[in-house]
């Protein structure tokens, strides 16, 4: 167990609809990441947030937006949702802003299957 | 920008023995961080081991270790008395070190251990 929670475990909902995936980072780490894991593109890093601030921003879609609350939880809300968007979103977290041998511990992931 | 290559086909390994997973990289930079992560079937992602570009030790972490070779860019990991819970799929990533916080992936390499 690394520590980060993410919820809900399976999610499944139908094109057009919006969605907000949850994620709890270990105890005293400041950053959060968010990545997508699909069977043709990999893993992708979508975006970082550290101590409520974005910090980097990666392949992430317009219709995707996330944010870090004062209590460093973050979520990531995706809209307008699409059949490619189905995926496995990972959340992992950090202590520091992610630089040097910062280590980016992972989160089970939610699995988003849109129907 | 970064580059990781995993190009082995699946593998079997007999419980007991060791392996080898191969990883190489392309980067202009010249301080950059190298990862492994363990996903198994469950689809967590798990930190293995992590390597500096400029630590002159290989890393080692239990029974994982890192065979760095920095002028050939290839970061291979080694997995010595191989358990039948380490089938999963073997992701190696990089960062670089003072810029870019996100992690660059494999595409993975698939290890099934045989009893």
């Known amino acids: 167990d690394s520590g980060v929670t993410q919820t809900p475990k399976h999610l499944i909902t139908a094109t057009g609809q919006r969605v907000t995936l949850r994620c709890s980072p270990r105890s005293g780490d400041l950053s959060v990441y968010w990545y997508q894991q699909s069977l043709d593109q990999g893993l992708q890093f979508l975006i970082q947030y550290y101590n409520g601030e974005e910090r980097a921003k990666g392949n992430i879609l317009e219709r995707f937006s996330a944010q870090q609350f004062p209590d460093l939880h973050s979520e990531l809300n995706l809209s307008s949702l699409e059949l490619g968007d189905s995926a496995l979103y990972f959340c992992?977290?950090?202590?520091?802003?992610?630089?040097?041998?910062?280590?980016?511990?992972f989160g089970p992931g939610t699995r988003l299957t849109v129907l | 920008a970064q580059k990781i290559t995993q190009t082995q086909p699946g593998m079997f390994v007999q419980e007991k023995e060791a392996v080898t997973l191969d990883c190489t990289y392309d980067?202009?930079?010249?301080?950059?961080?190298l990862f492994w992560y363990k996903q198994p079937s469950s689809g967590e992602m798990i930190f293995l081991i992590y390597q500096g570009s400029y630590d002159e030790q290989n890393a080692t972490e239990g029974r994982y270790s890192l065979n760095f070779q920095k002028a050939r860019k290839s970061a291979n990991l080694v997995i010595s008395a191989s358990q039948l819970g380490d089938s999963a799929m073997y992701f190696c990533?990089?960062?670089?070190?003072?810029?870019?916080?996100?992690?660059?992936f494999g595409k993975g390499n698939q290890v099934v251990v045989i009893p």
């Open positions: 990533a990089m960062r670089d070190y003072y810029g870019n916080n996100r992690l660059a």
């Open positions: 980067t202009s930079d010249q301080s950059y961080g």
């Open positions: 992992a977290s950090s202590v520091a802003g992610g630089r040097g041998a910062d280590t980016q511990y």
